[in-house]
């Protein structure tokens, strides 16, 4: 904790969920090149991890103006205040029930303004703090009621677990925003735990909140929440629908959309990378008007003299770089090089990327790559250097489920690597264009749905076995990312919203 | 009153009847005497006739005894005797076994082993909710939820084209539910390569490649990752293979081996491994569905036909109810 860097007061400070600095990936990436993009601004960041032992060292080298930084870890142990038998403020109990009355007809800009306030969770006499919401009276008969009134699940036990799960690191983050140093703009790159921290420092300093989603959190959340297993369902045989989702699951997948809708509610400028996730922020409760598409963009001088180096024909090698988990859907990958091995029996498929994220799922990929017997043919390289695999691969591809506007596909492309991506967030968009003028350049490789290995191969092979075709991607992935992908235009953009918000 | 007083009572009112058609106490009086008479009787036969029917004619009692006592009135004697006769006839002689219903037809072991229908909702009212773009996305994935709940073939191939959905959180969902399905074939594959590798004795090692050919041909069956399906049978056939090459009598293992070949389109061969799984005491049950479908493509419709015959009660079951009724040729 000493060493890091710590300051009075910064013009940005940067909310970080399970990203920059501890975690390495496409959002650390960007976050990190902002930060770089803007020497003259001092940054100031916040941490905020599930538990310390999720992370380990930092994966970045911290940039010489990020000024300060905090780090947080929601799910390890707090010192609990002492047990106490006390009532609670009843009148701030009464605005906790009039904020689930509330949750049942979600408009936005109606929140009850109590919440907004920090005092709400650290004065015992203005609102709820976090002794009440874990010892008073008051606090036991909200939960009990609201069992009484809406929880289908039979278990009351698990009922009040999950509630006081649920929302305690609410206590926590009102603490975060309570210390923490002065900024002119608060800045976060996703809704959850961090838009909520940056909801209640906006509210309370009257300093603007800028939201840029690479993803859409709630979203993610919900697909993790349907499929996850530590959520309880006590329903028994009879009372299950196997069509509808737990009681527990549903209110998990609530209490993020609820947080996500705070943030929106206080985030001045909503920025997404594509036109189809500004689309999803406004069902999700972003107002329209504050919404506004910045896609990301490189230094396209970084990567351009890589493109010397590359052979005249495509080498058999086909390079996936991403973090080693389910979201990138190695395995569908792997399938296909299982098919494509049947057509180029010495074909390469590199798979570069941390492996540490998710250690159970590389252990299935590599244990999948033996069953398809294709174990001479894949290589785990773990993280290299992007700059030392583009000059010796064919293809790049990206096989994920989900994805935003990846920077990895622009920095292919400006050290002129044609790209096969799965047609998910942007990357129909950056590989055959968007719009007239974009499209006129031309596929610069292939897209193909999510999960399908037969068609991921076939458009690799498309441009393996094809020089002439291969050359002709090289060229568009050029001239696209050069005329709309470079980052002068991303920083130009966020230049001019961040001295707004300075201001 | 028991049945014997009434027929005592019934036999004493034909009685009168018929001693007064006879008398010489003037015509009217006869007349009052024989409708008084015969009125008796028939009340008392049609009482007792009335009990006779068979329940199983589902005819309500009051129903029954009033075209009994209509009958036996207009046809003295001979009605009530003709009656009885019949019932007598219908109650003791003409017994039908109890029909089965659909409800109560047993599984036929090839069912039992795939059996089971997706509950909350069908297959085809889930995919038809889901390739609708229009309906809401609570719809939809409730829809996505009821696919995967089944099992098998069907609802493998409707997950894998959810995964193509426009919409992302469909498509999400989809593709996670498609993953934890072949999951877990996947990790029994991946074990039993692991065993092969540290396992010592050959009796070890054919369990492995028993277990492997089961397991890849898993993942065919159950339609899992389809691209890859000429690989995984060509893994299957491998390791049975190796199986048999050790000349163990396994069954099960021959009947795999001729369903690989079904699938190859070998029907040679299939018919073979088809045949020595029987001499090896494979339940010929469970061996029907490969039976029937090696004769349908050796366009043996006559054994085909006679293999449906053999179990009447298919016609009953779901599924694969109206290929029987279409194959045996009756409703």
Same mark, same amino acid.
């Given at each position: ?503 | ?177 498609? /993953?934890?399905? $072949?999951?877990? =074939? &996947? ?8 065993? +092969?590798? %540290?396992?010592?004795? #050959? ?23 389809? /691209?890859?399906? $000429?690989?995984? =049978? &060509? ?8 199986? +048999?090459? %050790?000349?163990?009598? #396994? ?81």
């Amino acid at each position: 904790m000493n060493a890091l860097p710590k300051s009075e007061q910064v013009d940005v400070m940067l909310l970080l969920e399970g990203t920059f600095p501890y975690v390495s990936g496409g959002v650390s990436s960007w976050v990190n090149q902002i930060i770089r993009g803007f020497p003259d601004i001092r940054f100031g960041a916040v941490f905020i991890g599930s538990s310390r032992e999720d992370y380990g060292a930092m994966k970045y080298e911290l940039p010489e103006n990020l000024v300060h930084l905090e780090t947080y870890y929601l799910r390890d142990p707090r010192i609990k205040p002492q047990i106490m038998a006390h009532e609670g403020n009843r009148d701030a109990f009464r605005v906790v029930r009039q904020l689930h009355q509330w949750f049942l007809d979600p408009k936005p800009d109606t929140l009850n303004d109590e919440i907004k306030q920090l005092d709400f969770y650290l004065d015992p006499h203005k609102g709820v703090d976090y002794r009440q919401f874990l010892y008073a009276r008051q606090s036991w008969d909200v939960i009990a009621d609201l069992y009484d009134q809406r929880c289908t699940d039979p278990s009351f036990v698990d009922y009040f677990w999950t509630a006081r799960n649920m929302h305690a690191p609410i206590w926590l983050l009102a603490e975060i925003a309570s210390q923490l140093i002065p900024a002119r703009v608060y800045h976060t790159v996703s809704t959850g735990y961090a838009g909520f921290l940056g909801a209640l420092l906006h509210y309370n300093t009257g300093r603007p909140l800028i939201l840029s989603e690479h993803g859409i959190y709630t979203k993610e959340r919900r697909i993790d929440v349907i499929q996850s297993e530590w959520i309880q369902d006590n329903r028994n045989a009879l009372q299950k629908d196997p069509t509808e989702i737990s009681y527990y699951r549903d209110l998990w997948i609530r209490f993020f959309e609820t947080i996500g809708r705070f943030c929106y509610a206080a985030a001045g400028n909503i920025i997404s990378l594509y036109e189809g996730a500004r689309e999803r922020e406004i069902v999700d409760g972003a107002l329209p008007e504050r919404t506004m598409v910045i896609p990301n963009g490189i230094d396209i001088g970084r990567f351009a003299p890589l493109r010397e180096q590359q052979p005249d024909d495509p080498p058999p090698v086909v390079a996936l770089l991403g973090r080693v988990v389910p979201i990138k859907d190695i395995k569908t990958f792997i399938r296909s090089l299982r098919i494509i091995a049947n057509h180029i029996p010495r074909v390469q498929g590199w798979i570069i990327g941390p492996e540490d994220e998710d250690p159970e799922y590389a252990e299935e990929c590599k244990a999948l790559v033996e069953s398809l017997a294709i174990t001479e043919n894949v290589k785990f390289m773990g993280f290299q250097n992007p700059m030392d695999i583009f000059p010796n691969a064919g293809v790049l591809v990206l096989s994920s489920v989900s994805e935003g506007l990846p920077l990895v596909i622009l920095e292919a492309f400006a050290a002129g690597l044609p790209v096969v991506a799965t047609d998910v967030g942007a990357c129909r968009q950056l590989i055959t264009g968007l719009g007239p003028e974009d499209e006129a350049i031309g596929p610069a490789g292939g897209v193909v749905a999510i999960n399908n290995p037969l068609a991921l191969a076939d458009e690799l092979l498309k441009l393996l076995a094809n020089s002439h075709e291969w050359k002709r991607a090289r060229s568009s992935a050029i001239s696209r990312v050069e005329r709309f992908y470079a980052q002068e235009k991303m920083f130009a953009s966020y230049r001019e919203i961040y001295e707004k918000g300075m201001a | 009153m028991s049945g014997i007083k009434l027929l005592l009572y019934g036999i004493a009112g034909q009685q009168v009847a018929l001693i007064s058609l006879f008398s010489d106490h003037g015509r009217v009086i006869n007349l009052v005497f024989f409708l008084i008479g015969h009125t008796i009787a028939t009340a008392c036969f049609s009482i007792i006739l009335a009990y006779m029917v068979p329940q199983r004619f589902g005819v309500r009692y009051g129903n029954a005894l009033a075209a009994i006592f209509g009958l036996i009135f207009f046809v003295p004697v001979f009605g009530a005797l003709g009656m009885f006769i019949i019932l007598i006839y219908f109650r003791y002689f003409q017994q039908f076994k109890a029909r089965t219903e659909f409800y109560s037809a047993p599984l036929p072991p090839f069912m039992a082993e795939s059996g089971g229908l997706a509950p909350g909702m069908g297959e085809g009212g889930a995919w038809s909710r889901l390739r609708t773009a229009s309906v809401p996305r609570n719809m939809r994935l409730k829809a996505l939820l009821a696919v995967s709940a089944g099992g098998g073939q069907n609802s493998s191939r409707l997950l894998q084209m959810a995964t193509g959905d426009s919409d992302d959180e469909i498509r999400l969902l989809a593709f996670k539910l498609a /993953d934890q399905r $072949e999951k877990v =074939i &996947g990790a029994t594959i991946s074990e039993s390569l692991k065993a +092969l590798k %540290s396992a010592e004795s #050959d009796m070890e090692r054919l369990g492995l490649y028993r277990k492997l050919a089961f397991s890849y041909w898993e993942m065919v069956f159950n339609e899992l990752n389809r /691209d890859l399906s $000429e690989f995984f =049978i &060509g893994q299957s056939l491998h390791y049975a293979n190796m199986v +048999l090459g %050790s000349g163990k009598e #396994d069954h099960a293992l021959m009947i795999l081996l001729a369903r690989i070949y079904l699938r190859k389109g070998e029907l040679e061969q299939a018919e073979e491994f088809i045949n020595m799984g029987l001499q090896m005491g494979a339940h010929r049950d469970k061996v029907v569905p490969y039976l029937a479908e090696l004769a349908y493509r050796k366009r043996d419709f006559r054994l085909l036909k006679g293999l449906f015959a053999a179990d009447p009660l298919l016609r009953f079951k779901p599924g694969i109810g109206p290929v029987a009724k279409f194959w045996m040729g009756r409703q």
